[in-house]
């Protein structure tokens, strides 16, 4: 992030939940990404449901630390087309995933992801692939315990490394316009709608 960027961030006037789905979610409200993990205060959770209502991202509750609500923020068509894919069928399979619907494979990784926030199993890393994350990556994650990666941007790349560092190039410059956008006066709703989000 551009030192200009940041010290809009820092001393704007901006509701900080716009920041924070500035900062968290670029990519997935500029179309680049199908999903992203989003972490807010719950009393700001209400603030995110206006701002996404009239939109085609969708919002799904994870779980609840402290004051913190975890959602995973998505465009269902697509998503649901990322996870019908072969390979990554074949491999939530193998973690343990034996339904296929979206629906089901939320409600499955929620369980999961609850049962990580009560310190009852490891995390679900696994979630990459509810991130639309390549699933070379995903499995060289999993297979090489966060190790032996080629390089680390939104998440650690095992495979085509170029790409997807160009890739992350793209997601921080889409952060960068959305916060100033929001520097000259746009509220994140409106910003949303002109995505086509």
């Known amino acids: 992030m551009s030192r200009e960027t940041w010290e809009i961030v820092q001393e704007s006037g901006i509701k900080n939940v716009e920041i924070q789905l500035a900062l968290q979610c670029a990519p997935l409200i500029a179309g680049l990404k199908i999903s992203n993990l989003f972490q807010i205060s719950i009393e700001d959770y209400i603030q995110v449901l206006k701002i996404l209502k009239n939109s085609r991202i969708m919002i799904y509750p994870l779980g609840v630390k402290g004051n913190t609500i975890a959602l995973l923020l998505y465009r269902k068509r697509s998503l649901e087309g990322y996870l019908d894919q072969e390979k990554v069928k074949e491999l939530l399979k193998e973690f343990?995933?034996?339904?296929?619907?979206?629906?089901?494979?939320?409600?499955?990784?929620?369980?999961?992801?609850?049962?990580?926030?009560?310190?009852k199993c490891p995390f679900p890393h696994e979630i990459g692939f509810l991130l639309g994350y390549p699933p070379e990556d995903v499995e060289g994650f999993i297979r090489n315990n966060g190790q032996k990666f080629l390089c680390v941007g939104e998440w650690k790349v095992y495979e085509n490394s170029k790409a997807k560092q160009k890739l992350f190039q793209k997601y921080d410059y889409t952060r960068e316009n959305l916060i100033q956008l929001l520097s000259c006066g746009i509220r994140m709703d409106q910003i949303v709608s002109i995505m086509g989000a």
């Open 96 to 119: 343990g995933y034996s339904c296929t619907s979206l629906k089901e494979i939320l409600v499955t990784f929620r369980k999961h992801y609850q049962e990580y926030l009560q310190k």
